[in-house]
């Protein structure tokens, strides 16, 4: 069965961190590229980061650059966001999403989904 579980998402003032993690199951890891979405409320879900666990390749979006870091611990299956200065904008339920095509930030292409996590940035 396959499966995505993100954790680490809460409650944090503007300027603080958070780390999220996206541990994977059920699919081999290293043929998929994995990437992280948000989705604010009454707001489409939007693409944020994605790493090609075969050779490490990390994307950002405007919006993050700079500020959020993406990596992959294959070993563990897992893939992390650390999230530095956020921003009461990065408030969402982040997702993170496994494409056997490459990374995108369009959702589209991405086969397997988790539940998501909810961050909350307050100003």
């Known amino acids: 069965e396959v499966q995505l579980v993100e954790s680490g998402g809460g409650l944090v003032q503007a300027g603080g961190s958070l780390r999220l993690s996206c541990a994977a199951s059920g699919f081999t890891f290293d043929d998929y590229a994995i990437g992280w979405f948000r989705q604010a409320p009454g707001k489409e879900r939007e693409g944020v980061s994605c790493i090609s666990s075969s050779d490490g390749s990390t994307y950002y979006a405007d919006s993050v650059k700079g500020r959020f870091t993406i990596s992959s611990d294959n070993a563990k299956n897992t893939v992390y966001l650390q999230m530095n200065s956020l921003k009461p904008e990065d408030t969402a339920v982040y997702y993170c999403?496994?494409?056997?095509?490459?990374?995108?930030?369009?959702?589209?292409?991405?086969?397997?989904w988790g539940q998501g996590t909810q961050v909350t940035v307050s100003s």
């Open positions: 999403a496994a494409s056997l095509s490459f990374c995108s930030y369009y959702p589209y292409y991405y086969d397997y």
